[in-house]
């Protein structure tokens, strides 16, 4: 129970129409404070439903979800909303950055919102775009859209950073620098970390890796010796 | 198009239905509102027709001074076209209304076949005193009251009516009267409070006074159709007019000329028995005269005739006196010998009485003896006969018997009788013995006595001879006595004869003397007649002079002036004033349905671009798979243009029931005559739809065009997210930098999208300008009733009298009236005025001053001086109406008074009605005189009741109508109430607008930015501000808008305000600044409320969006 993540018994099932989906049978897993922790599965195992609870977008039905002492799997749709705006940063596949804002803006979007966020400012310089912030969006490539993408998480000085298959759509080399970014970030900043992927080629990289398959939790194990994102190759 | 694709728009509509009923809803309410206002007048018009058409309203109205008879009707009706000519009467009387006070109504006859009432409830009159009232003016509560002509009425008014009261027995409106107006009229207040429908039996006329005829035309009215058939007929009945009045005229020309003549023939014949009558008079006078003079010759005879009676007399009676002398002398020896005469009979009558008695003696013996003798013969006689009866008897026996013993007793009787019988005849000759001796002694006496008596009678003879010739003596003298006697009374006569002659003469003379004093008199007065006769005659002349005169001026009036007019349906104010007013809607639907038609226009190229672009990638599958281009976008201009034809037809039918309706019910305080009748025009139901497919289709066409020339490769790649740029506002870094980091966001976004801020501008602007248009309607009207009544004419009562007020009864005003402040004493007159053409008729009030009264001042409140000799003051509205301007000389005119010609030296603000002020100086100046002041404008005192001292006024005798201002105020202010249907109905509208505007725009922008919400949702925004994320924008929009809006209504509104022309009613076309600031509340209450709206579907988004692939 101390675990600062911990899942106990959750089950997801989805209901459309007369369809019934099952997309989490009795997951269990914990995460300690300060990992990088990577989520692999194979298509459909349940990875993005099992972080749409945890970043509270999504509830289970079954069972329990803690995130730092807290139940997350207990809070109302507002006390939801104020967890996410609180403790959470969420770095999504299509960066899904605001198009008419600058890159600065876009962080600002996020800090605007936060009781105590870093200086956005800042936070574009050490993903590395310091000299881009007036840029909009459709001026930057992928990979700049994605560290915006990430600076306006880490803005929010979260307790967790939820990153959805973050080099999904990004070609080889940019993906490798941005999960240094995340890997160097939430080193520096002592954040706990979640990186969902299918390419388990990654997983190296992690202080734990989690398996997921046809929603169940295949293995949870530490990586005593997690190594650099640079000396990975897939 | 296959069924895979029409399965795909049918599922395409049902998934999207929100956006489908937008496109749908803006094109109905643009083809609603299209349709519906342009309808409104057809509408109003065919209900019109219909109504005019069932009540027989004339096409022409007759009118002529002279006034018509029946036959003159009749000559109109066989003119070819007419279809039918009905005279009629008219006649304005006063009636004292409940409240006591003076209203004038107007009776006309009920025609058969023109003109007919419409009877709304009780029955149509039956009897000559029976009436139908005007349903404006009279209430169901009326029916069976009576209208009774009041006192104050003019003799000709009440000698016009064959009753003084009329009972109502129901209540109509006439196609005479279509709105509300019932007009003006010479008496009273000068204005007609409503009508009486009267039988003609009911009224006392001679002439009628107006014809009213049908045409033929058979078009519809208020087309033009129906105006060229009525020029084409019209001429055949002015011409028949002018023939009816002209024959009209001769005989009025004619009547007078006989009646001259008769005159002239008149005054020949007094003059002639004039001099006939002087001569008559002359030898009257000279008659009498000479029967004076003759009868004084008479009297002079007659007096001699007395004298020498007299003379006469005087002889006679001395004769007289001579006659009487002698008989006296004759009388003495007459008389002795009388003495004589009476002593010889005194002797003889002594002998006589000597004698009587022994005479007597003698007489008494004879008697005696002559009995004794009688009765011894008598004895004698009865026994003789005895004695011989028995003898005879027993003679018989002895003859006949034959018995013996008879025989022998007869024998025995014979022998006794005849012894009886010798015995008896010596007894006779033994009486006779005896008696003749006592005879002859008596003898001896008798013969002695008579000797006596002899000598005695022979004495007498004697004496009467005597007494015989004395007797002839006295006769004789007896006798001519007498004659002495009647010579004496002859002599009476004839004295008593000459007195009656000398009275006859006195009499005579004072006879004359009195003859000739009335002869004196009757000269005098005959003179006197003479002289007045004169006079009369030349009176007379005079008068016919005069009548002459009267005669060439009627003659030169009836020549110079026209005496025939034929007034078309143009003239009735009731027509004219319907067709004005749903000209009006009319015009007003020329540029509402504009907007409507804009904004669908917009939304649907949005909207469809929006989908276009959000299905470019199915668009791109399609294309791949072998779909031709056309076919694709078949499905969605199938997609729209379905929305654009239901559209079409809800909004159709929708907007020619629902507009029509409305204005109709709004109307009907001014009309309402009928039930309006919906029309359903094709033609605009064919524009519409093609309005509606060409905006609706269209922009689909348009919006699809640009998306289907991609190679299908392209549109399966997500659409290149729009570039941000950078916005003008940024470089205004103090606007810029005030704002907050989300409002950036919000004017950045807004900027984004140029199409959507047009639409936007529009439909919201449209929508503020619609409320504002509807609010300043609202503002210029309400303001003008309190403009009007608390700032220009500001007196309290408004008076008229009976007659002018001269200073004797202005004197006589002050003191009975209490609780009065001020009075001004004023001239009031309706006169036409002609400028630039046209010619309108005007109040005028002539005053000295009205200060307190009435304040003159323009528009923008500068005071405008009281007008000075020749000067004029006109009202706004009048001197824009007829182009007139301050400097510009302008001529009032009025039939009846005359002609000023006055220079208009200032124009004023004023809202109801128009007047022209005038000093009185110019009437002295230009009539030589002042004419009646019979009105009065009246303030009451401070603290005092309004009515109270209103009652007072009504009550002062020389009162016909007092006119609170207070009262008028609140009857202008709740017939212009009705114009806060129009308001509302105007809001509404707009609010339609603003909704389906803000809706659609609303909803692109959400499904649009889907996942940009759902992001910011995962970012922890609250719902509250992720809503204001995006209805900030609308927001913002709604207020740039709202201020486009504003600018955008006060011209609309000052438009739809020149649409809008009430005669008798100025507007003071002006928006209050609250009613802008109410407009742009009322569009952000609906901008409001269709955030409420959405908010549910923001809410609705799923955060999972945000994690999907861009499509």
Not at chain 2, 246 to 256: A, G, S, W
Not at chain 2, 546 to 555: P, S
Not at chain 2, 557 to 570: G, P
Not at chain 2, 630 to 640: F, M, P, Q, V
């Amino acid at each position: 129970m101390s675990s600062y993540v911990c899942f106990q018994d959750v089950g997801k099932k989805y209901v459309t129409g007369t369809v019934e989906t099952q997309a989490l049978h009795q997951v269990n897993l914990t995460i300690e404070k300060g990992e990088l922790c990577v989520i692999a599965g194979p298509s459909g195992a349940g990875k993005t439903t099992l972080l749409n609870i945890l970043g509270g977008m999504d509830t289970l039905t079954t069972g329990h979800v803690f995130l730092d002492g807290q139940e997350i799997s207990a809070m109302n749709a507002k006390q939801l909303t104020l967890y996410r705006r609180r403790e959470i940063g969420f770095v999504f596949q299509f960066y899904n950055l605001v198009s008419n804002l600058t890159a600065l803006e876009n962080v600002k979007l996020a800090s605007a919102i936060c009781p105590n966020p870093l200086d956005a400012q800042k936070v574009m310089e050490q993903v590395g775009l310091g000299e881009r912030i007036k840029n909009y969006p459709s001026q930057l490539s992928g990979g700049e859209q994605q560290r915006v993408a990430i600076a306006r998480a880490i803005a929010k000085n979260p307790k967790l950073l939820l990153c959805d298959e973050p080099t999904g759509a990004l070609d080889y080399n940019t993906g490798k620098a941005i999960l240094k970014l995340l890997q160097d970030t939430g080193r520096r900043e002592g954040m706990t970390v979640i990186i969902i992927t299918h390419n388990t080629a990654i997983t190296p990289m992690a202080d734990r890796v989690i398996y997921l398959k046809n929603g169940e939790v295949v293995s949870n194990e530490i990586n005593e010796h997690p190594v650099p994102v640079e000396t990975i190759e897939w | 198009m296959n069924r895979w694709m029409w399965k795909s728009t049918l599922r395409e509509i049902r998934a999207s239905l929100g956006r489908y009923m937008a496109i749908l809803a803006i094109i109905a309410l643009g083809v609603g509102f299209f349709c519906g206002l342009k309808v409104v007048r057809e509408a109003m018009l065919l209900t019109g027709d219909e109504y005019l058409e069932k009540q027989a309203f004339y096409d022409e109205q007759l009118y002529s001074p002279l006034g018509f008879s029946a036959e003159d009707a009749e000559a109109i009706e066989d003119v070819s076209g007419v279809v039918a000519a009905d005279a009629a009467y008219s006649e304005d009387f006063i009636i004292t209304n409940q409240e006591g006070n003076d209203v004038v109504m107007k009776a006309l006859s009920i025609t058969d076949d023109v003109n007919l009432p419409n009877v709304i409830a009780g029955r149509m009159p039956e009897k000559a005193n029976e009436c139908l009232g005007d349903r404006r003016y009279f209430t169901e509560e009326d029916i069976g009251s009576t209208v009774l002509l009041a006192d104050t009425n003019a003799e000709e008014t009440l000698d016009a009516f064959a009753y003084e009261e009329y009972t109502v027995v129901g209540l109509a409106d006439s196609p005479l009267y279509l709105n509300f107006e019932r007009g003006s009229t010479s008496i009273g207040s000068g204005q007609v409070a409503g009508f009486v429908l009267i039988s003609e039996d009911g009224f006392n006329k001679e002439r009628y006074d107006d014809i009213y005829v049908r045409l033929d035309t058979g078009e519809t009215a208020y087309s033009e159709d129906y105006d060229e058939a009525e020029a084409a007929l019209v001429g055949g009945v002015e011409a028949a007019l002018e023939e009816r009045v002209d024959l009209r005229r001769d005989e009025i020309l004619k009547e007078y000329e006989d009646g001259i003549e008769e005159a002239r023939q008149e005054l020949e014949d007094g003059r002639a028995e004039y001099e006939k009558g002087k001569k008559e008079a002359e030898q009257e006078l000279s008659d009498a005269l000479k029967q004076i003079t003759d009868g004084e010759a008479e009297l002079e005879e007659a007096r001699t005739q007395i004298a020498d009676g007299e003379a006469a007399l005087a002889e006679a009676e001395a004769q007289i006196e001579d006659g009487e002398a002698a008989i006296e002398e004759a009388r003495g020896p007459l008389e002795e010998g009388q003495a004589q005469l009476d002593d010889g009979y005194a002797q003889l009558d002594a002998a006589q009485a000597e004698l009587d008695p022994q005479a007597e003696e003698v007489r008494a013996q004879r008697e005696l003896f002559d009995q004794e003798k009688a009765a011894a013969y008598e004895q004698l006689d009865a026994a003789e006969a005895e004695y011989t009866a028995m003898y005879e008897q027993a003679m018989e026996v002895l003859k006949t018997s034959e018995d013996w013993e008879e025989r022998l007793e007869a024998l025995y009787d014979l022998v006794v009788s005849k012894q009886a019988l010798e015995e008896i005849e010596t007894q006779r000759a033994q009486a006779d013995e005896q008696f003749d001796a006592a005879e002859a002694e008596l003898i001896g006496y008798e013969t002695q006595i008579a000797d006596a008596q002899a000598e005695i009678d022979a004495g007498r003879a004697e004496l009467d001879e005597k007494a015989a010739q004395l007797a002839a003596g006295l006769e004789e003298l007896e006798a001519k006595e007498q004659e002495l006697a009647a010579g004496r009374a002859e002599i009476e006569t004839r004295r008593a004869e000459l007195e009656s002659g000398r009275q006859e003469l006195a009499q005579g003379e004072q006879e004359l003397a009195d003859a000739r004093e009335q002869y004196e008199e009757g000269k005098e007065e005959s003179e006197e007649k003479l002289a007045e006769a004169k006079a009369k005659l030349e009176e007379g002349e005079a008068e016919f002079a005069k009548a002459e005169d009267d005669y060439n001026t009627l003659k030169d009036e009836l020549t110079a002036h026209d005496l025939s007019y034929v007034m078309d349906r143009e003239t009735n104010t009731g027509y004219v004033c319907f067709d004005n007013d749903t000209a009006i809607v009319d015009g007003i639907a020329n540029v509402f349905p504009i907007f409507f038609f804009l904004v669908a226009i917009l939304v649907c190229m949005t909207t469809m671009t929006r989908m276009i672009d959000e299905q470019r990638t199915q668009i791109g599958v399609l294309k791949a798979l072998g779909y031709s281009r056309e076919s694709i976008l078949s499905k969605y201009l199938i997609y729209a243009g379905s929305a654009a034809v239901l559209g079409s037809v809800i909004g159709f039918f929708a907007g020619s029931l629902a507009f029509p309706w409305v204005i109709w019910e709004t109307y009907g305080i001014m009309y309402g005559f009928a039930d309006l009748m919906f029309v359903f025009n094709p033609v605009l139901a064919l524009i519409s739809l093609a309005a509606a497919l060409l905006c609706s289709v269209g922009a689909t066409w348009i919006s699809g065009r640009t998306e289907f020339v991609n190679v299908p490769a392209q549109l399966m790649r997500p659409k290149s997210p729009k570039a941000g740029k950078r916005i003008f506002l940024e470089r205004i870094p103090w606007i810029w930098g005030k704002l907050s980091f989300l409002q950036k966001v919000s004017v950045r976004n807004i900027v984004r999208y140029k199409k959507r801020v047009v639409m936007m501008i529009m439909g919201i602007g449209g929508c503020t300008a619609l409320v504002l248009t509807g609010f300043g309607i609202k503002d210029s009207i309400q303001n003008i009733v309190s403009f009007q009544y608390d700032e220009i004419t500001t007196y309290d009562y408004s008076v008229a009298f009976t007659e002018g007020m001269d200073a004797d009864d202005i004197e006589n005003f002050d003191q009975e009236i209490s609780g009065v402040d001020g009075r001004v004493f004023v001239y009031t007159g309706t006169y036409d005025v002609t400028a630039n053409g046209s010619t309108k008729s005007i109040s005028l009030i002539g005053a000295d001053s009205l200060t307190g009264f009435v304040d003159l001042h323009t528009r923008a409140g500068e005071p405008v001086a009281f007008p000075r000799d020749g000067e004029v003051v006109l009202t706004q509205k009048f001197a824009d109406t007829l182009g007139i301007k301050t400097g510009d000389t302008a001529t009032f005119s009025n039939t009846d008074s005359g002609t000023l010609s006055l220079k208009v030296s200032g124009i004023c603000e004023n809202y109801v009605y128009s007047y022209a002020y005038v000093n009185l100086d110019s009437f002295e100046t230009q009539w030589g005189e002042i004419p009646a002041l019979k009105g009065a404008f009246v303030n009451a005192a401070e603290g005092q009741d309004i009515h109270n001292v209103g009652a007072n006024l009504a009550n002062y005798d020389k009162t016909i109508s007092v006119m609170v201002s207070d009262d008028m105020k609140t009857r202008f202010a709740s017939m212009l109430q009705s114009l806060d249907y129009v308001v509302l109905f105007v809001i509404a509208c707009a609010g339609a607008l603003a909704f389906v505007v803000l809706y659609n725009l609303t909803n692109i922008n959400i499904t649009e930015r889907m996942r940009e919400i759902a992001t910011i949702k995962v970012l922890g925004f609250y719902p509250k501000e992720c809503a204001s994320y995006i209805f900030r924008e609308n927001y913002m929009l709604t207020f740039v808008s709202g201020l486009v809006g504003l600018v955008l209504g006060k011209f609309l509104h000052a438009f739809v305000m020149s649409q809008i022309q009430i005669d008798a009613v100025a507007f003071d076309v002006r928006v209050e600044p609250l009613s802008y600031l109410l407009a742009l509340v009322i569009t952000f209450v609906f901008a409001l409320i269709v955030s409420r709206a959405m908010r549910v579907k923001i809410n609705r988004i799923n955060m999972a969006e945000s994690l999907k692939s861009i499509e």
